[in-house]
Every structure is written in structure tokens, then in C-alpha cells.
T-cell receptor, first 109, second 112 residues
Framework: RKEVEQDPGPFNVPEGATVAFNCTYS??????FFWYRQDCRKEPKLLMS???SGNEDGRFTAQLNRASQYISLLIRDSKLSDSATYLC??????????FGTGTRLQVTL | DAEITQSPRHKITETGRQVTLACHQT?????MFWYRQDLGHGLRLIHY???????NKGEVSDGYSVSRSNTEDLPLTLESAASSQTSVYFC???????????FGEGSWLTVV
């Protein structure tokens, strides 16, 4: 089993829709979690960290469920510019990040 | 502005040749990483370093080596390039455990 798993999608949603992605992890000792956004042929860029209490940044909300070992990303009022691949990452006791394969989102008119 | 840069950005090489991809960061970060990204596999860790003279193997280290002679640079060497090493390579760095990892713009390598 992969350490971090994501549904590759693509998720095709109309502009204005709400969409949610989940990401499961296998390492119960994982210390911290992140969501990265990656545009086509570009480097991943940090979207948000995921805290135990959950966190929100504008239209984006991230949640952590340690009991079921998954993190989620909710995007409200989707924009065309949200079209990208969303990567979840987890960090164990070391500083290295392990990533899922990414979930592709396509927002359409 | 501090940054992380990779070179070359694009390279085509022949099977069997030695190739070195450079990574340079100006943030004075202790931690540096090399990932490769392939369709269906996502980002996979090749090698990483927590400081000068420290190197560690990642998930897919076979055929690759790194050296860390200073804080700023972590060059990745493909000892004898193989077609299976055709990929996009991303260098990344972070200050300390728990801090954000920042990625370079990537190096597109094609082995023919």
C-alpha cells in the first residue's frame, strides 16, 4: 500500500461549484500535512498546511482526521483559475515530505 | 529575493552518459531534496540532505547520487543514464523540520 493515496481524478466541475478531495495516509506517526497546488509543467507550490484543528484560507478549507488517517481539501465557489493538480503531502519524524500522486481538477464555464 | 534554481532546465542525453543536474538555493536552508515526477507515480524522493556532508537515500535512489559540500548546493548525478530515468526532476529545500518545502522550477531530462 502506498504511503499517501489520492484519487487521480480528473474532477470536472462547473464554475461556482464546491469540490472536495480526500487523501489517505498509512503512517500513523505522521507529524504534519500539506496541500500543494501544481499547474501544468510548473513546480508544486504550497497551498496550505493542515492543522489538527483544521484551517481555512478564503475559499479553501483543509481538515485532518487522524482517527481515519485522511486529510481533505474543500474548495468553495470554484474559479476557472483553480484548475490544477492538487498534491497532498505528509511528513513523518524526518523532514522529508511524501506525496500522493495528485488529484487533477478542471473547472469549466 | 532568495530562491532555489535548477539547471539545466531541459536536457537531452544519450543512454550511458553521466549527467549532473544542479540545484542552488540562496535561503541558507539546511534541508535539500531531489524528487522525480512521472505520470502515475507522482513525486518520488530520490535523495535528501539535512546539512553539509549529510546525504540520505530516498525511495528511488538506484542509479543516482548526490553530494553536499556546502549549504547552497545539492547536485544530482545520474551515473549512467537510462531511458527509465527520463523524467521531470524537482529540487526542493526547507529550513527545518516542520517548515515549508519550496520547490525549484524543475529540470526536464530525456534519455535517448
Amino acid at each position: 500500500r502506498k504511503e499517501v493515496e489520492q484519487d487521480p481524478g480528473p474532477f470536472n466541475v462547473p464554475e461556482g461549484a464546491t469540490v472536495a478531495f480526500n487523501c489517505t495516509y498509512s503512517n500513523s506517526a505522521s507529524q504534519s500535512f500539506f496541500w500543494y497546488r501544481q499547474d501544468c509543467r510548473k513546480e508544486p507550490k504550497l497551498l496550505m498546511s493542515v492543522y489538527s484543528s483544521g484551517n481555512e484560507d478564503g475559499r479553501f478549507t483543509a481538515q485532518l482526521n487522524r482517527a481515519s488517517q485522511y486529510i481533505s481539501l474543500l474548495i468553495r465557489d470554484s474559479k476557472l483559475s483553480d484548475s490544477a493538480t492538487y498534491l497532498c503531502g505528509e511528513r513523518g519524524t524526518a523532514s522529508k515530505l511524501t506525496f500522493g500522486t495528485g488529484t487533477r481538477l478542471q473547472v469549466t464555464l | 529575493d532568495a530562491e532555489i534554481t535548477q539547471s539545466p532546465r531541459h536536457k537531452i542525453t544519450e543512454t550511458g552518459r553521466q549527467v549532473t543536474l544542479a540545484c542552488h538555493q540562496t535561503w541558507n536552508h539546511n534541508n535539500m531534496f531531489w524528487y522525480r515526477q512521472d505520470l502515475g507515480h507522482g513525486l518520488r524522493l530520490i535523495h535528501y540532505s539535512y546539512g553539509v556532508q549529510d546525504t540520505n537515500k530516498g525511495e528511488v535512489s538506484d542509479g543516482y547520487s548526490v553530494s553536499r559540500s556546502n549549504t547552497e548546493d545539492l547536485p544530482l548525478t545520474l551515473e549512467s543514464a537510462a531511458s527509465s530515468q527520463t523524467s521531470v526532476y524537482f529540487c526542493a529545500s526547507s529550513a527545518n523540520s516542520g517548515n515549508t518545502i519550496y520547490f525549484g522550477e524543475g529540470s526536464w531530462l530525456t534519455v535517448v
